[in-house]
């Protein structure tokens, strides 16, 4: 671990926990940060206007090669509250259906879900996860409880938060229901590998058939 910590610029009197809200940057990735930015210095008009698009083309071939997808399937964000936004935006959804997650889910996300259901007439439900958590299984059980017919039968959809707990359930009965599936991160029911080609679209989107 505490080679770990070298690799970044933390204050080493600081015992540092939140990267999930505003993360240090290792020092190798700041080194080639700063490359870019100086680079972009030398030439603003130049980079901007005349190099900048064919850049984050190559950007997204190198990082579609690395995660197994088309360059044309990645889309740059500005962090995934704003990727998980525009998904959960264009997801077909209105009175009847009903969007799945849990009383641990992240706070930007749950206030998307909440306004998008008072928008659009869709049911929110917060399914509520005992703590301390006694047991994985007891956990999965708890979650695919608030799965209903409205999740199943007619085409509806849900959301799969892992509260930082989830494990990988895609193999659960509930995990054949439902539309659309989307988290954000891997270890929610239907993600497979990162690596995958089912990795697809910012926001880890997957589409099922019913």
Same mark, same amino acid.
């Given at each position: 671990?505490?080679?770990?910590?070298?690799?970044?610029?933390?204050?080493?009197?600081?015992?540092?926990?939140?990267?999930?809200?505003?993360?240090?940057?290792?020092?190798?990735?700041?080194?080639?940060?700063? *490359?870019?930015? *100086?680079?972009?210095?030398?030439?603003?008009?130049?980079?901007?206007?005349? @190099?900048?698009?064919?850049?984050?083309?190559?950007?997204?071939?190198?990082?579609?090669?690395?995660?197994?997808?088309?360059?044309?399937?990645?889309?740059?964000?500005?962090?995934?509250?704003?990727?998980?936004?525009?998904?959960?935006?264009?997801?077909?959804?209105?009175?009847?259906?009903?969007?799945?997650?849990?009383?641990?889910?992240?706070?930007?996300?749950?206030?998307?879900?909440?306004?998008?259901?008072?928008? @659009?007439?869709?049911?929110?439900?917060?399914?509520?996860?005992?703590?301390?958590?006694?047991?994985?299984?007891?956990?999965?059980?708890?979650?695919? @409880?608030?799965?209903?017919?409205?999740? @199943?039968?007619?085409?509806?959809?849900?959301?799969?938060?892992?509260?930082?707990?989830?494990?990988?359930?895609?193999?659960?009965?509930?995990?054949?229901?439902?539309?659309?599936?989307?988290?954000?991160?891997?270890?929610?029911?239907?993600?497979?590998?990162?690596?995958?080609?089912?990795?697809?679209?910012?926001?880890?989107?997957? *589409?099922?058939?019913?």
């Amino acid at each position: 671990m505490n080679s770990l910590k070298k690799q970044f610029l933390l204050d080493r009197n600081v015992v540092f926990l939140n990267h999930g809200s505003f993360g240090a940057t290792p020092k190798p990735v700041f080194r080639e940060y700063q *490359r870019w930015q *100086r680079e972009l210095e030398k030439q603003p008009v130049e980079f901007l206007g005349r @190099r900048f698009t064919q850049l984050m083309a190559d950007s997204r071939a190198a990082l579609g090669k690395y995660l197994g997808t088309q360059a044309d399937n990645l889309v740059y964000t500005q962090n995934v509250t704003v990727s998980l936004n525009i998904v959960a935006r264009s997801l077909e959804l209105g009175p009847g259906d009903e969007v799945l997650s849990t009383d641990h889910e992240y706070g930007a996300i749950d206030r998307t879900w909440r306004f998008l259901s008072r928008e @659009r007439g869709f049911r929110y439900v917060n399914q509520k996860i005992s703590t301390p958590i006694k047991s994985e299984e007891n956990l999965i059980e708890e979650f695919w @409880r608030g799965v209903t017919p409205h999740t @199943r039968h007619r085409d509806k959809s849900y959301h799969v938060s892992d509260s930082n707990y989830l494990p990988d359930q895609r193999n659960h009965p509930a995990c054949t229901r439902g539309r659309y599936y989307h988290s954000d991160r891997w270890r929610a029911c239907p993600w497979s590998d990162p690596t995958s080609s089912r990795f697809t679209r910012s926001g880890f989107l997957r *589409r099922q058939s019913s």
